[in-house]
Nanobody, 121 residues
Framework: EVQLVESGGGLVQAGGSLRLSCSASGFTFDDYDIGWFRQVPGKEREGISCHRSTDDKIFYADSVQGRFTIYRDSAKKTTYLQMINLKSEDTDVYYC??????????????WGQGTQVTVSS
């Protein structure tokens, strides 16, 4: 069974940093694309970053380019999203997802439960 567990969210002041983690199990980690998304109820889900497993290419949304960094640790089967210079508009629930051909605009197959990030101004 595929399981994704996010952690690392919390409350931070504007300009601060957080690192989110997505721990994976139940599948061959290196075979899958990994993506980070964010969404709150009533808003459209936004894809913010993904890592493509076939060629290690990384994509970022314009809204986070230069501030967020995605990276993965195959030994730990964990993907990270390092976030710096956080803004109030980054407040959201953050989700990780995996898919064989998800990155950047493909099909994402499994999702974690989400972790809340709140940025106070």
């Amino acid at each position: 069974e595929v399981q994704l567990v996010e952690s690392g969210g919390g409350l931070v002041q504007a300009g601060g940093s957080l690192r989110l983690s997505c721990s994976a199990s139940g599948f061959t980690f290196d075979d899958y694309d990994i993506g980070w998304f964010r969404q709150v109820p009533g808003k459209e889900r936004e894809g913010i970053s993904c890592h493509r497993s076939t060629d290690d290419k990384i994509f970022y949304a314009d809204s986070v380019q230069g501030r967020f960094t995605i990276y993965r640790d195959s030994a730990k089967k964990t993907t990270y999203l390092q976030m710096i210079n956080l803004k109030s508009e980054d407040t959201d629930v953050y989700y990780c997802s995996v898919g064989l051909f998800g990155c950047p605009r493909g099909r994402w197959e499994n999702w974690g439960q989400g972790t809340q990030v709140t940025v106070s101004s």
